[in-house]
């Protein structure tokens, strides 16, 4: 009996030397880095309007509210080109936008950049797209993305910019 409670006496004290497990380091990639080249992938479509937002206002505009109106919008394009395995007509699909009631619309739609912030970058030092984001009419945004996994491209990137209703 006097061994079997030195055993749990030492196993006790044992246990508390160990030291506790140290802490996982949590690096959370921020979202516009995160890559859209994978079938679970979804923008950060706050994140997105927040960054589009900030550029417009140091350029003396407003910001743009996410209109899930225009979030469908984008989502159904980025779907198409994704099945379609190429990029769209931003005409065509601003046309679409303008017979369906959307006013003053404006898009940017593009494929092959994976993250948010290569197509923003990108979409920045494109003087059409540019025209896009600082399009003064804009109050509205909507923004989504496709991947294909099979194709030339990978993601397929729909931005819409419109004015208030």
């Avoid at 706050?46 to 900030?54: E, K, L, V």
């Avoid at 494109?126 to 491209?153: C, E, F, M």
């Amino acid at each position: 009996m006097k061994r079997l409670a030195t055993l749990g006496l030492t196993a006790i004290a044992l246990a508390a030397c160990q030291s506790a497990p140290a802490p996982r380091a949590t690096s959370q990639t921020p979202s516009f880095y995160v890559s859209m080249a994978k079938a679970d992938a979804a923008v950060d479509a706050a994140m997105a309007r927040d960054m589009i937002s900030a550029y417009r206002g140091n350029k003396g505009l407003g910001p743009l509210t996410l209109d899930p109106a225009l979030q469908a919008a984008a989502q159904a394009e980025a779907d198409a080109m994704a099945s379609a395995d190429k990029p769209s007509s931003a005409d065509a699909f601003k046309s679409r936008l303008a017979a369906s009631g959307v006013k003053a619309p404006g898009a940017n739609l593009s494929a092959g950049y994976h993250t948010l912030a290569e197509a923003f970058s990108g979409w920045r030092e494109s003087a059409q797209h540019n025209r896009v984001l600082l399009d003064p009419q804009a109050s509205r945004i909507g923004i989504a993305t496709a991947y294909t996994p099979n194709s030339k491209y990978k993601v397929y990137w729909a931005l819409v910019v419109a004015a208030d209703r």
